[in-house]
């Protein structure tokens, strides 16, 4: 986001000063040029004040941050669900997610996905995902993912507390290993795993926003959820009645600045509409047009 305001001296052009734009709308003609430049003035001061407003959420982005407690919504069941990934109803990738509550009061997810097919042959990947969550106030203990290409290996590991997260992320080129640590300092952080867990905790009513603060590996966003409203989708895995979300994502800069995401526009996002409110499908738009994922399966139970 960018503004700006254009700030000269001389009372006169006050109007023009304050937005450094021509008025929007030209008064007519036969208003004599005292009253015209009142009109022009309270016109560019209307859109100074908008602007100031829209740039006060870009420096005070923190005070908007959601402060409400985990819902009371019932706890998802331990699950098992597999998912596809594409775009434009080409499938290049599958995915395999287990979800448990451990006997130490904590949520488990644990994920392994690869590409498949031709998009194998171009470009290999396989990932295992693990993270772990407080199953009480649902914010993140630890998160361990390892990304295997054809010609080296990233392993990232997170370690949450109450005032920040500690990334650990190490590459292996064929045997030429490098690490680098980031830490990040901002109070109750999420990860993706907890992050769904809270939003999918609250009564998520037609047209509510949830904002929080998200550090997925390497760096922090300020995701923004609204709830859309309700509708009727079919996945592989059937048709379910849905809640509709709409993602947005700001990347959090060194100085806590709001930055554009350079790769990610926004997505759409479909929960199921019942008491287990699982992941249906994903629609994102990123820098190479719209990709997916798609619930093929799912069963509950320990199972």
């Known amino acids: 986001m960018y503004f700006f305001v254009l700030v000269k001296s001389r009372r ?124 009480q106030t649902l914010r993140p203990i630890e998160t361990r993912q390892t990304e295997s290409y054809h010609a080296k290996t990233i392993g990232t590991q997170l370690n949450f507390t109450d005032s920040g997260v500690t990334s650990i992320r190490t590459e292996d080129h064929g045997g030429a290993i490098s690490t680098k ?14 992050a769904l867990l809270y939003v999918r905790s609250q009564s998520l009513k037609d047209r509510s926003v949830h904002r929080v603060v998200v550090y997925p590996g390497t760096n922090a966003y300020l995701a923004t959820i609204t709830v859309l409203g309700r509708e009727k989708i079919s996945v592989r895995a059937g048709t379910y009645n849905a809640v509709k979300l709409d993602l947005q994502l700001s990347r959090i800069g060194k100085d806590l600045d709001l930055e554009p995401h350079r790769k990610f526009r926004r997505a759409t996002i479909w929960v199921s509409d019942d008491a287990n409110r699982i992941l249906l499908l994903i629609e994102a738009q990123i820098f190479v047009g719209t990709v997916f994922a798609e619930l093929q399966s799912v069963s509950f139970g320990n199972s």
């Open 12 to 135: 006169t052009h006050l109007g023009k000063a304050i937005c450094g734009l021509r008025p929007p709308v030209e008064p007519p003609s036969g208003v004599p040029a005292l009253q015209r430049h009142g009109f022009w003035t309270r016109q560019c001061t209307a859109i100074a004040i908008l602007a100031l407003c829209s740039s006060s959420f870009a420096a005070n982005w923190e005070s908007t941050v959601s402060k409400d407690p985990p819902g009371d919504f019932p706890e998802v069941q331990p699950l098992r669900a597999t998912y596809r990934f594409g775009w434009s109803g080409f499938t290049a990738a599958t995915g395999d997610v287990r979800f448990k509550k451990l006997a130490s009061d904590k949520f488990q997810l644990e994920g392994t996905g690869r590409t498949i097919g031709l998009v194998r042959w171009l470009w290999k990947l396989d990932v295992n995902y693990r993270a772990i969550a407080n199953a």
């Open 181 to 194: 640590i980031r830490k990040f300092g901002f109070p109750n952080l999420f990860d993706l795993h907890s």
